[in-house]
Nanobody, 125 residues
């Protein structure tokens, strides 16, 4: 079992940047593929980005391509999401999640076994 704790959320103006970090503990971090999801009020949780266990493969939802970058450091047990050129529509609670099927990047939330508590990102116009 792995415990995930997100940090780095906050309030930023449109066009600004934030870096989210997710710290894992309790299990071997490299056993998992990792994903960043977001959920706005009244909407379904959606994947933002994902990364396989060694970081060789990544995935981004179309709306964030070219603006967000996912990365991981297996030595530090962290996965980060660098978010640039943030827009009001990026406002959501952001969650990191772990998938024991470490060779794939699943896009469905139900494929991930472990979740963090979430961190709020608010982008003002």
């Amino acid at each position: 079992q792995v415990r995930l704790v997100e940090s780095g959320g906050g309030l930023v103006q449109a066009g600004g940047s934030l870096r989210l970090s997710c710290a894992a503990s309790g299990s071997t971090f490299s056993n998992y593929a990792m994903g960043w999801f977001r959920q706005a009020p009244g909407l379904e949780r959606e994947i933002v980005a994902g990364i396989t266990w060694r970081g060789r493969s990544t995935y981004y939802v179309d709306s964030v391509k070219g603006r967000f970058t996912i990365s991981r450091d297996n030595a530090k047990n962290t996965v980060d999401l660098q978010m640039n050129n943030l827009q009001p529509e990026d406002t959501s609670v952001y969650y990191c999640a772990a998938d024991v099927s470490r060779l794939r990047i699943a896009v469905r939330p139900g494929a991930y076994e472990y979740w963090g508590q979430g961190t709020q990102v608010t982008v003002s116009s």
